[in-house]
Protein backbone atom coordinates (compact mmCIF):
# COMPACT_ATOMS: atom_id res chain seq x y z
CA UNK A 1 0.00 0.00 0.00
CA UNK A 2 1.76 3.42 -1.36
CA UNK A 3 2.83 5.74 1.97
CA UNK A 4 0.94 9.07 1.83
CA UNK A 5 3.30 12.38 1.11
CA UNK A 6 2.26 16.05 1.72
CA UNK A 7 2.49 18.68 0.60
CA UNK A 8 2.38 17.63 -2.91
CA UNK A 9 4.40 20.71 -4.02
CA UNK A 10 6.34 23.32 -2.40
CA UNK A 11 8.46 26.57 -3.91
CA UNK A 12 11.16 28.05 -1.36
CA UNK A 13 13.47 30.63 -1.62
CA UNK A 14 17.09 30.14 -1.07
CA UNK A 15 17.94 29.82 2.57
CA UNK A 16 14.55 29.07 3.54
CA UNK A 17 13.20 25.48 5.14
CA UNK A 18 10.67 22.89 4.44
CA UNK A 19 9.40 19.65 5.65
CA UNK A 20 8.06 16.85 3.89
CA UNK A 21 5.79 14.50 5.78
CA UNK A 22 5.42 10.49 4.53
CA UNK A 23 2.84 7.98 6.53
CA UNK A 24 1.58 5.18 6.13
CA UNK A 25 -1.02 2.60 6.97
CA UNK A 26 1.27 -0.42 7.62
CA UNK A 27 3.39 -1.53 10.15
CA UNK A 28 6.83 -0.25 9.13
CA UNK A 29 10.23 -0.80 9.86
CA UNK A 30 12.18 1.14 7.73
CA UNK A 31 11.45 4.74 5.66
CA UNK A 32 13.84 5.35 3.14
CA UNK A 33 13.98 9.15 1.60
CA UNK A 34 14.97 9.94 -2.10
CA UNK A 35 15.43 13.04 -4.15
CA UNK A 36 15.65 12.68 -7.99
CA UNK A 37 16.11 15.53 -10.59
CA UNK A 38 14.18 15.48 -13.90
CA UNK A 39 15.66 12.91 -16.08
CA UNK A 40 17.63 11.14 -13.37
CA UNK A 41 17.44 8.01 -11.42
CA UNK A 42 16.51 8.42 -7.47
CA UNK A 43 19.48 9.21 -5.35
CA UNK A 44 19.43 7.89 -1.76
CA UNK A 45 19.19 10.09 1.02
CA UNK A 46 18.74 8.05 3.81
CA UNK A 47 17.17 5.21 5.76
CA UNK A 48 15.73 5.20 9.03
CA UNK A 49 14.97 1.86 11.23
CA UNK A 50 12.06 0.99 13.47
CA UNK A 51 13.18 2.01 17.26
CA UNK A 52 12.58 5.59 16.64
CA UNK A 53 15.25 7.83 14.94
CA UNK A 54 15.96 10.55 13.99
CA UNK A 55 18.85 11.07 11.10
CA UNK A 56 20.79 13.78 9.18
CA UNK A 57 23.94 15.14 7.19
CA UNK A 58 24.54 18.83 6.17
CA UNK A 59 21.25 20.59 6.35
CA UNK A 60 19.14 17.60 5.50
CA UNK A 61 17.78 15.48 8.55
CA UNK A 62 14.53 13.01 8.81
CA UNK A 63 12.58 11.38 11.59
CA UNK A 64 10.75 8.19 12.65
CA UNK A 65 7.69 7.77 14.59
CA UNK A 66 7.28 4.26 14.09
CA UNK A 67 4.28 4.33 16.53
CA UNK A 68 2.06 6.80 14.38
CA UNK A 69 4.04 5.19 11.30
CA UNK A 70 5.53 8.55 10.07
CA UNK A 71 8.77 10.17 9.50
CA UNK A 72 9.35 13.61 8.05
CA UNK A 73 12.16 15.14 6.36
CA UNK A 74 13.40 18.73 7.23
CA UNK A 75 15.02 20.93 4.67
CA UNK A 76 17.10 23.79 6.44
CA UNK A 77 18.24 26.97 4.69
CA UNK A 78 17.41 25.51 1.91
CA UNK A 79 20.00 25.74 -1.77
CA UNK A 80 19.46 25.57 -5.50
CA UNK A 81 20.55 22.23 -5.25
CA UNK A 82 18.18 20.98 -3.16
CA UNK A 83 15.18 21.33 -5.88
CA UNK A 84 13.99 17.77 -7.42
CA UNK A 85 11.35 15.39 -6.54
CA UNK A 86 11.60 13.90 -2.83
CA UNK A 87 10.23 10.44 -2.59
CA UNK A 88 9.66 8.62 1.31
CA UNK A 89 9.88 4.56 0.62
CA UNK A 90 8.61 2.50 3.06
CA UNK A 91 9.38 -0.65 3.83
CA UNK A 92 7.60 -3.76 5.81
CA UNK A 93 8.28 -7.45 4.73
CA UNK A 94 6.77 -9.12 1.91
CA UNK A 95 3.72 -11.42 2.45
CA UNK A 96 4.93 -13.98 -0.01
CA UNK A 97 8.49 -14.48 0.36
CA UNK A 98 9.30 -12.70 3.64
CA UNK A 99 11.71 -10.21 2.24
CA UNK A 100 11.64 -6.70 2.16
CA UNK A 101 10.39 -4.65 -0.82
CA UNK A 102 10.54 -0.47 -0.96
CA UNK A 103 7.14 1.11 -1.74
CA UNK A 104 7.65 4.62 -2.87
CA UNK A 105 5.23 7.50 -1.98
CA UNK A 106 3.48 9.65 -4.40
CA UNK A 107 6.69 12.71 -4.26
CA UNK A 108 6.90 16.11 -3.14
CA UNK A 109 8.17 18.42 -5.81
CA UNK A 110 10.27 21.27 -4.25
CA UNK A 111 11.59 24.35 -5.85
CA UNK A 112 14.18 26.53 -4.57
CA UNK A 113 14.44 29.79 -6.18
CA UNK A 114 17.09 32.85 -5.58
CA UNK B 1 27.59 1.55 -2.39
CA UNK B 2 27.07 -0.81 -5.63
CA UNK B 3 27.36 1.09 -9.34
CA UNK B 4 24.61 -0.30 -12.05
CA UNK B 5 24.72 0.11 -15.51
CA UNK B 6 21.67 -0.40 -17.68
CA UNK B 7 20.90 -0.61 -21.12
CA UNK B 8 19.31 1.00 -23.67
CA UNK B 9 19.16 4.10 -22.08
CA UNK B 10 16.32 4.63 -24.60
CA UNK B 11 14.62 3.66 -27.24
CA UNK B 12 11.12 3.50 -29.88
CA UNK B 13 9.21 0.25 -30.02
CA UNK B 14 6.75 -0.48 -32.50
CA UNK B 15 3.46 -2.36 -31.17
CA UNK B 16 3.34 -5.54 -30.75
CA UNK B 17 7.26 -6.41 -29.96
CA UNK B 18 9.40 -6.75 -27.46
CA UNK B 19 12.30 -5.01 -25.44
CA UNK B 20 14.89 -6.44 -23.08
CA UNK B 21 16.39 -4.01 -20.62
CA UNK B 22 19.55 -5.23 -19.07
CA UNK B 23 21.26 -4.12 -16.14
CA UNK B 24 24.46 -5.22 -14.41
CA UNK B 25 26.10 -4.87 -10.89
CA UNK B 26 29.65 -3.95 -10.17
CA UNK B 27 29.13 -6.66 -7.06
CA UNK B 28 27.32 -9.65 -6.14
CA UNK B 29 23.73 -9.16 -4.44
CA UNK B 30 21.27 -11.22 -3.96
CA UNK B 31 17.97 -9.46 -4.83
CA UNK B 32 17.29 -6.88 -7.90
CA UNK B 33 14.43 -4.78 -8.06
CA UNK B 34 12.57 -3.88 -11.29
CA UNK B 35 10.34 -0.78 -11.10
CA UNK B 36 8.32 1.29 -13.77
CA UNK B 37 8.08 5.17 -13.67
CA UNK B 38 5.22 7.39 -15.75
CA UNK B 39 6.72 10.22 -16.33
CA UNK B 40 5.94 12.71 -13.59
CA UNK B 41 4.55 9.96 -11.67
CA UNK B 42 5.94 7.80 -8.43
CA UNK B 43 8.04 4.79 -8.56
CA UNK B 44 5.89 1.06 -8.95
CA UNK B 45 7.29 -2.16 -7.97
CA UNK B 46 7.14 -4.26 -11.10
CA UNK B 47 8.88 -7.56 -9.31
CA UNK B 48 11.80 -8.75 -7.47
CA UNK B 49 14.07 -11.29 -9.08
CA UNK B 50 16.05 -13.33 -6.49
CA UNK B 51 19.26 -15.12 -8.27
CA UNK B 52 17.84 -18.62 -8.31
CA UNK B 53 14.42 -18.45 -8.22
CA UNK B 54 11.38 -17.60 -10.34
CA UNK B 55 10.84 -13.53 -9.66
CA UNK B 56 8.11 -12.28 -7.49
CA UNK B 57 5.74 -10.24 -9.13
CA UNK B 58 3.33 -7.39 -7.60
CA UNK B 59 0.33 -7.09 -8.12
CA UNK B 60 -0.96 -5.74 -11.85
CA UNK B 61 2.04 -7.42 -13.51
CA UNK B 62 2.49 -10.63 -14.67
CA UNK B 63 5.30 -12.72 -15.63
CA UNK B 64 4.11 -13.40 -19.65
CA UNK B 65 4.03 -9.47 -19.95
CA UNK B 66 7.43 -8.69 -18.15
CA UNK B 67 9.64 -11.83 -18.31
CA UNK B 68 12.23 -11.18 -15.50
CA UNK B 69 16.27 -13.30 -15.95
CA UNK B 70 18.45 -13.52 -12.99
CA UNK B 71 20.92 -15.38 -14.12
CA UNK B 72 23.68 -15.08 -11.64
CA UNK B 73 24.25 -12.42 -8.85
CA UNK B 74 25.25 -9.73 -11.16
CA UNK B 75 23.08 -9.59 -13.55
CA UNK B 76 19.58 -9.55 -14.33
CA UNK B 77 17.14 -8.97 -17.42
CA UNK B 78 13.38 -7.60 -18.21
CA UNK B 79 11.73 -7.57 -21.19
CA UNK B 80 8.61 -6.09 -21.93
CA UNK B 81 6.83 -7.90 -24.15
CA UNK B 82 4.05 -7.78 -27.10
CA UNK B 83 4.30 -3.56 -26.08
CA UNK B 84 1.19 -1.25 -26.57
CA UNK B 85 1.89 2.40 -26.23
CA UNK B 86 0.30 2.28 -22.11
CA UNK B 87 3.83 0.54 -22.54
CA UNK B 88 5.92 3.99 -22.47
CA UNK B 89 7.69 4.54 -19.69
CA UNK B 90 11.05 4.49 -17.54
CA UNK B 91 11.85 1.37 -16.65
CA UNK B 92 14.51 1.26 -13.55
CA UNK B 93 16.25 -1.83 -11.88
CA UNK B 94 17.66 -0.68 -8.47
CA UNK B 95 19.42 -2.99 -5.92
CA UNK B 96 19.56 -2.80 -2.12
CA UNK B 97 22.65 -1.69 -0.51
CA UNK B 98 24.45 -4.13 2.21
CA UNK B 99 24.18 -3.26 5.84
CA UNK B 100 20.96 -1.50 7.27
CA UNK B 101 22.20 2.06 6.86
CA UNK B 102 21.78 1.77 2.88
CA UNK B 103 19.26 2.33 0.31
CA UNK B 104 18.62 1.17 -3.06
CA UNK B 105 21.43 2.19 -5.78
CA UNK B 106 19.02 3.00 -9.31
CA UNK B 107 20.30 2.30 -12.50
CA UNK B 108 20.24 5.29 -14.86
CA UNK B 109 16.66 4.12 -15.98
CA UNK B 110 15.55 3.06 -19.63
CA UNK B 111 12.80 5.26 -21.66
CA UNK B 112 10.79 3.50 -23.91
CA UNK B 113 8.20 4.57 -26.40
CA UNK B 114 5.77 2.61 -28.35
CA UNK B 115 4.31 3.77 -30.90
Known amino acids: QQPVQSPQAVILREGEDAVINCSSS?????VHWYRQKHGEAPIFLMI?????EQKGHDKISASFNEKKQQSSLYLTASQLSYSGTYFCGTESLHEKTSYDKVIFGPGTSLSVIP | SAVISQKPSRDICQRGTSLTIQCQVDSQVTMMFWYRQQPGQSLTLIAT?????????ESGFVIDKFPISRPNLTFSTLTVSNMSPEDSSIYLC????????????FGSGTRLTVV
Open chain 2, 49 to 57: ANQGSEATY
Open chain 1, 48 to 52: LLKGG
Open chain 1, 26 to 30: KALYS
Open chain 2, 94 to 105: SVSGAGLDYGYT
